[in-house]
């Protein structure tokens, strides 16, 4: 039996969760707003860390929003 740990995320949640609780000051040397990706990589890092998987794997959901949202 093998004992290996995979830590499977929802990146879709996570990238949402980390661009409204980061605040939008983290920005790239050009001026562009990182807070999602600063964030995200936080919650992940801190995740693995936590976990310490052998196996990472995320997956997003490209169509996660309803209709009436994109419009």
């Known amino acids: 039996m093998d004992n290996s740990l995979t830590l499977l995320i929802d990146a879709s949640s996570l990238i949402y969760r980390a661009f ?19 964030g995200f990589l936080r919650m992940l890092s801190r995740l693995v860390s936590d976990w310490n998987p052998d196996f990472v794997c995320c997956a997003t959901d490209e169509d996660w929003r309803p209709p009436w949202r994109v419009k």
């Open 20 to 38: 409204f609780s980061t605040p939008d000051t983290v920005r790239a040397l050009d001026g562009s707003p990182m807070n999602a990706t600063y």
